[in-house]
């Protein structure tokens, strides 16, 4: 039996690989930072099948420690500072967490065990004012972010484990990929539960910032299939995955709104306060070397996305109401 250990395994890419990886038969270990308030919700109805160690990015030695104790085959680093307006506010935490987190995971696999296969999740972000549309491995870094910026190091970082010791060691680049497990703080997430409150009346308008940025936008559940894949290769490499379609967030706002029988217009309002200081405005992926080498394609459309996150909101506030 594989072990696996993964790192942010309460957020939405980590519940959706532990049940990828359950269901392909691996003993998953999830590393959790000890906080006052937990949030297990996401994994709740896997807890019994998984094990968690309780160790914090900032601090080497409970990494070394939660390795060491998991033994683990297979590491997905998934944890990060990932909200990018928390990153402005937060700008040296979020290099603490993004960036120098990746480098004492690689340094426990390092001093632990090297065989260690290790995925690091990098991101769309890192591109930023895109240099060529679409992105593809060979894009160069732009990032616009200090959420973006960090991701670039954590990056650059795994590449140079790999090539200076050998080690077997991965960087998904993923566009943006969203569920009904997406934090609510998230654009997507906050249009679909913002439209379900109007159209149930618990809410008479929505706010939002930017309506013209544009992303490639897929369902994650998808996206951690290509993660595991990554992994399972015989030889470790970088991938960007993605739709390689590109959608606004206008074009979000007017599918999730008509999916309820509303017009978007009466009742989102634009708010100044939520533009990003430097904007990212388009991000689309050409997925082609991840769906030559690892046959990975991705199932859901983008239509078919935002309606499992509207019904998932309508029903879910409906019942709460």
């Not at 409970?62 to 944890?79: C, F, G, K, M």
């Not at 935490?93 to 290790?118: C, H, P, Q, S, Y």
Request: aromatic share 10%; charged share 25%.
């Amino acid at each position: 039996m594989k072990r696996a250990l993964i790192t942010g395994i309460t957020g939405q890419d980590g519940s959706y690989l532990a049940e990828l990886l359950l269901k392909n038969g691996y003993e998953v270990y999830g590393m959790v930072r000890r906080s006052s308030s937990e949030n297990f919700r996401r994994i709740e109805h896997i807890r019994d099948k998984i094990k968690l160690l309780q160790a914090d990015l900032l601090d080497q030695l409970s990494i070394i420690t939660a390795v060491e104790e998991a033994r683990p085959d297979e590491i997905y680093n998934l944890a990060a500072m990932s909200f990018v307006p928390t990153s402005w506010k937060q700008p040296v935490l979020t290099g603490e967490f993004t960036g120098l987190g990746v480098t004492r995971m690689l340094e426990a696999i390092r001093l632990v065990n090297r065989d260690i296969k290790f995925y690091q999740a990098s991101s769309s972000e890192m591109f930023g004012k895109v240099r060529e549309v679409p992105q593809n491995e060979n894009t160069p870094f732009y990032p616009r972010s200090p959420y973006g910026v960090a991701k670039v190091y954590g990056h650059y970082m795994t590449i140079n484990y790999r090539e200076s010791y050998n080690m077997f060691a991965c960087c998904g680049i993923l566009f943006n990929h969203e569920s009904p497990r997406r934090g609510l703080e998230f654009v997507t997430r906050k249009i679909t539960h913002g439209a379900a409150k109007i159209k149930l009346g618990l809410a008479d308008s929505l706010y939002l910032g930017n309506l013209d940025a544009k992303r490639d936008w897929g369902f994650a559940g998808d996206y951690v299939e290509a993660i595991w894949l990554m992994l399972q290769k015989e030889s470790p490499s970088d991938y960007v995955v993605g739709t390689g379609k590109a959608h606004s967030v206008r074009e979000w706002v007017e599918v999730a709104f008509s999916l309820l029988d509303l017009d978007w217009e009466k009742y989102v309002r634009i708010d100044p306060k939520l533009l990003r200081p430097a904007e990212v405005d388009l991000l689309v992926a050409d997925p082609s070397k991840a769906k030559k080498e690892l046959k990975w394609e991705p199932k859901v459309d983008f239509e078919g996305l935002v309606k499992m996150m509207v019904e998932y909101d309508y029903n879910l506030l409906k019942k709460e109401s």
